[in-house]
T-cell receptor, first 110, second 115 residues
Framework: GESVGLHLPTLSVQEGDNSIINCAYSNSASDYFIWYKQESGKGPQFIIDIRSNMDKRQGQRVTVLLNKTVKHLSLQIAATQPGDSAVYFCAETRDDKIIFGKGTRLHILP | DTGVSQNPRHKITKRGQNVTFRCDPISEHNRLYWYRQTLGQGPEFLTYFQNEAQLEKSRLLSDRFSAERPKGSFSTLEIQRTEQGDSAMYLC?????????????FGPGTRLLVL
């Protein structure tokens, strides 16, 4: 079936290192792919999105890569900080809705 | 604070009781969405409004659930005859008017526990 999901439920990264969170999707018809960050007790916070006709987009300390050939999406966080500790969701747009995957928890090691 | 607000933040109720949640979107955002999120899962779409019109409802939204947005501003989500399976975080999001994808901004959610 059509779904958006993540490869790993938990990722531990040393503070200062780069983090890479991966996501596989199956719906090729989605127009946008989005990354959200959710901290404990809060709603999801938009990080960055990428249109389906692009393969890379950069923001502040974050980069999203889209590989349509293998239907793979990744979020790279540069110089990971303690404040980056959260659950990260990839999501896709479908008919004015956002379909979320299950999430990856990012742990920052001191 | 000009973000999306939700009230209450937490609600504990007994099975069979009715509950109502409120969402105040970002000012002038025409679209308002409701999602449900259970532990360890991503938010699941429930329904959304364009101004006061409810445009779509998910199959997850049983007939015990009803949402309104009477004046095109705030919205309420009511759950009648609550069941333990209704325990979840209920999230609201809003976005500017548009016929294509627009970034959705989420509120902090209302956490419901049905005993």
């Amino acid at each position: 079936g059509e779904s958006v999901g993540l490869h790993l439920p938990t990722l531990s990264v040393q503070e200062g290192d780069n983090s890479i969170i991966n996501c596989a999707y199956s719906n090729s018809a989605s127009d946008y792919f989005i990354w959200y960050k959710q901290e404990s007790g809060k709603g999801p916070q938009f990080i960055i999105d990428i249109r389906s006709n692009m393969d890379k987009r950069q923001g502040q300390r974050v980069t999203v890569l889209l590989n349509k050939t293998v239907k793979h999406l990744s979020l790279q966080i540069a110089a990971t900080q303690p404040g980056d500790s959260a659950v990260y969701f990839c999501a896709e747009t479908r008919d004015d809705k956002i379909i979320f995957g299950k999430g990856t928890r990012l742990h920052i090691l001191p | 604070d000009t973000g999306v607000s939700q009230n209450p933040r937490h609600k504990i109720t007994k099975r069979g009781q009715n509950v109502t949640f409120r969402c105040d979107p970002i000012s002038e955002h025409n679209r308002l969405y409701w999602y449900r999120q259970t532990l360890g899962q991503g938010p699941e779409f429930l329904t959304y409004f364009q101004n006061e019109a409810q445009l779509e409802k998910s199959r997850l939204l049983s007939d015990r659930f009803s949402a309104e947005r009477p004046k095109g501003s705030f919205s309420t989500l009511e759950i009648q005859r609550t069941e333990q399976g209704d325990s979840a975080m209920y999230l609201c999001a809003s976005s500017p008017r548009g016929t294509t994808y627009e970034t959705q901004y989420f509120g902090p959610g209302t956490r419901l526990l049905v005993l």
